[in-house]
């Protein structure tokens, strides 16, 4: 009994860990780099994922992947405000796309000096999911592109 528990977990090492270790270096992503640009949200899209368009200073436009809970509420709430966006060049694993994809995706913005992670912070303590949708969602809603 004791060799077949022994071969049993042998096995399980061989085959399964292996393929575990493969699977999490699959869903690794790499930042490639780190970039700040200043400008205006002009709206949202909605398809597979969420983007977020603006204008930035000088008139030229840039669309970003919005992956963050709440980054959506800030953009919004402030969207008639030239802001300071942070985002990221990533490959990234898009379950769609079949494989690693490099995105631009949007981790930060700010106005002056409130930042998004700090608002966010601090909203999310006080409210629920549900009553920050309920509260900023119409507004994301409102800016959609068509």
Do not use: C
């Not at 009994?1 to 690794?28: D, E, R, Y």
């Not at 809970?69 to 300071?84: D, E, V």
């Amino acid at each position: 009994m004791k060799k077949l528990s022994l071969v049993i977990v042998s096995l399980i090492f061989v085959f399964v860990a292996p393929a575990a270790l493969s699977q999490k270096k699959s869903k690794a992503e790499k930042v490639i780099s780190v970039k700040t640009i200043q400008g205006r949200t002009i709206g949202f899209q909605m398809a597979d994922y969420q983007h977020v368009d603006i204008r930035a200073k000088g008139g030229r436009h840039k669309s970003f992947f919005i992956f963050k809970p709440g980054l959506s509420y800030f953009l919004a709430l402030h969207k008639n405000n030239q802001l300071t966006y942070t985002y990221e060049v990533a490959d990234v694993k898009i379950p769609e796309s079949d494989g690693i994809t490099r995105v631009e995706r949007l981790v930060n913005a700010k106005l002056g000096d409130l930042k998004f992670d700090s608002w966010w912070k601090d909203v999310n303590s006080k409210f629920t999911l549900e009553q920050l949708d309920n509260k900023y969602g119409p507004l994301v809603r409102k800016y959609e592109l068509k």
